[in-house]
């Protein structure tokens, strides 16, 4: 019981410090915003095409705001040292790194579901199947979480935080087949493709939203589960060599 209550009370701490802040919300939610916008005034589609592009825009909206928060945030902490003080926490080291990243992937469901809504109100959604989308939505939030805390227990300044991040961020915009399909992409850079996560959410996107996912969603689903597991084995593996042992 005393870990959990310690759970609750960091996750509290996080939210009241560090999420719904001006610069999270601008990454998060405004910069994927804008780029839809950006690519619907440049090619000239219509709202009849918004089902096809409304995937990558979830997906981005999950990515660049869990990376966002988690990535400055743990680095912020280690700097001023308060996150070696967390690390002497009654509690294990697995429940404590998941009461740090909770409220990121909170903060990437919810920015996940925003556009959604708003969508909602401008085209026809009727086909989308909650059913896959909604544990699509959760399984991604998870593996941007946890690949911005990857991120975040591997540099020591809040700026090569933010320089990791675009290094894994902006390649994937293109390599994922959020906007492009993967068979357009150069033949040398496609197997680049099948080893980003965001590769495997965004194609359960694309089966639940418009039923045109190209591999069999059950596959996409534990792909992304073995994301999730490697990158947090790791990011512990990280923290127990560099501030425990």
């Given at each position: 019981?005393?870990s959990?209550?310690?759970?609750?009370?960091?996750?509290?701490?996080?939210?009241?410090?560090?999420?719904?802040?001006?610069?999270?919300?601008?990454?998060?939610?405004?910069?994927?915003?804008?780029?839809?916008?950006?690519?619907?005034?440049?090619?000239?589609?219509?709202l009849?095409?918004?089902?096809?592009?409304?995937?990558?825009?979830?997906?981005?909206?999950?990515?660049?705001?869990?990376?966002?928060?988690?990535?400055?945030t743990?680095?912020?902490?280690?700097?001023?040292?308060?996150?070696?003080?967390?690390?002497?926490?009654?509690?294990?080291?697995?429940l404590l790194?998941?009461?740090?990243?909770?409220?990121?992937?909170?903060?990437?469901?919810?920015?996940?579901?925003?556009?959604?809504?708003?969508?909602?109100?401008?085209?026809?959604?009727?086909?989308?199947?909650?059913?896959?989308?909604?544990?699509?939505?959760?399984?991604?939030?998870?593996?941007?979480?946890?690949?911005?805390?990857?991120?975040?227990?591997?540099?020591?300044?809040?700026?090569?935080?933010q320089?990791?991040?675009?290094f894994?961020?902006?390649?994937?915009?293109?390599?994922?087949?959020?906007?492009?399909?993967?068979?357009?992409l150069p033949?040398?850079?496609?197997?680049?493709?099948?080893?980003?996560?965001?590769?495997?959410?965004?194609?359960?996107?694309?089966?639940?939203?418009?039923?045109?996912?190209?591999?069999?969603l059950?596959?996409?689903?534990?792909?992304?589960?073995?994301?999730?597991?490697?990158?947090?084995?790791?990011?512990?593996?990280?923290?127990?060599?560099k501030?425990?042992?």
């Open positions: 019981m005393k959990w209550i310690a759970f609750w009370n960091i996750l509290l701490k996080d939210i009241r410090s560090y999420y719904l802040k001006p610069p999270n919300i601008s990454w998060g939610l405004l910069f994927p915003l804008v780029w839809i916008a950006m690519f619907f005034i440049r090619s000239g589609l219509g009849d095409k918004l089902p096809d592009l409304l995937p990558g825009l979830v997906a981005l909206s999950i990515l660049f705001g869990t990376t966002s928060v988690l990535s400055v743990v680095t912020f902490e280690k700097k001023g040292r308060s996150f070696e003080r967390l690390l002497l926490a009654p509690i294990s080291l697995e790194m998941l009461a740090k990243t909770a409220g990121a992937i909170l903060f990437g469901i919810i920015n996940a579901l925003v556009p959604v809504f708003i969508a909602m109100l401008l085209a026809d959604l009727s086909a989308i199947n909650w059913f896959i989308l909604i544990p699509a939505i959760v399984l991604i939030a998870f593996s941007s979480t946890f690949l911005g805390l990857f991120i975040a227990v591997s540099v020591k300044e809040v700026f090569e935080a320089t990791f991040s675009n894994f961020r902006f390649p994937m915009i293109f390599l994922c087949g959020l906007f492009f399909p993967i068979a357009s033949i040398f850079l496609r197997p680049l493709s099948y080893l980003l996560p965001l590769t495997y959410g965004a194609d359960i996107l694309r089966g639940a939203m418009a039923g045109k996912n190209i591999m069999p059950g596959l996409n689903f534990l792909i992304l589960a073995v994301f999730c597991s490697v990158l947090f084995f790791i990011s512990l593996r990280n923290i127990n060599r501030w425990i042992t």
